[in-house]
């Protein structure tokens, strides 16, 4: 299968493994990290070359997370690029008006402009379709009010993806997508937040009061919102989580070197099978969960994916880099303690992995509704 590629015929993996460990070092300025990446072509993988991207398809553009993963030290501002380029661009690049698309895709391809995608709430985490945030159509515009929680690049982003309820339908139907300019009146950006692990990308939440927005701003239909999000979560969902893989490869290699070098009663402590177990371990999870990925993102490619083959993929992933972490931790044993040595970041970078872009009990759900398992029924309100 073409998605079961090999490093060395890869180009864009081994420059893109080059380009991280020389370009996305923790001491680089987060400006000069963001230049860096638009004028490598990281922030518009997918994009057309025509509107200034790379374009890559899902398979190429998983080798390039996945190299980022394993070429950066710490995964946040691996992460801050996949936020822009899958949660952002590619709604944009598919469903913007063309006039829209030619203008603001190249600018977010090449870094000009940071994106952002704005959508979680207070009360609408998990349940998306729960949003508060309103559109009010108002002549040739519609008029925004709400509050979004936890905006990836909130703080650097000069639009982002706006998801809000307008219309009278409820639910899946009553959600639409906007390109927001976050310079625009009536848009209020909060405080950094401070979070566990993914240092490098910043979150904070943003309030819209009355903040006008020109309906050839809106992406796709009134009332597509939740579509267009459904397909950016797909990208964002098999593709993103390549840092990840490439992360606990970068574990994985550092674990086996540190069991052939650290001695313990005269030998090594690979040569105990507390040790070379937890490593075998960490191999067949690596393994599973990089097949698992590269399957989604291949039929991805080909238009074939279906939502329980992201699902799997991203679940699998998260789950084995959060058990990656712990065992990278207690093979370091003590120094693993030391915040000089750098180790923990690799479990606390993984720990948001099992909550963001749908949790691993949401992506449980989706993998049993799939398999035709009823949901229960919900108790009527009285």
Known sequence: ??????????PWYARTLEFASRHLRDSEPAAEAWRNAGAFGLLGLMAPEALGGSGLDASASVQVMEALGQGCTSLGLPFAFAAHAFACVVPVMEFAEPELRDSAVPKLATGEWVGANAITESGAGSDVYALRTKARRDGDDYLIDGVK??????????VAVVYARSGEADGYLGISAFLVNLRTAGVHIGPPLRKVG????????????SCRVPARCRLGAEGQGAAIFERSMGWERACLFGIYVGAMQRQLDSCVTRANERIQGDAPIGSYQAISHRIADMKLRLEASRLLLRRACWLLSRGEANVIDIALAKLAVSEAAVQSGLDTMQIFGGDAMMLETGVSVGLLDAL?????????EIQRNVIASELGLREPRRRLKR
């Open 198 to 209: 993914l240092e490098r990308a910043t979150i904070c939440s943003i309030s819209f009061e």
């Open 149 to 158: 929680s936890y905006v990836t690049n909130g703080i650097l982003a000069d």
């Open 1 to 10: 299968m073409e998605a079961f590629w090999s490093k060395d015929e890869s």
């Open 352 to 360: 948001p992995s099992r909550i963001f872009s749908g949790t691993s």
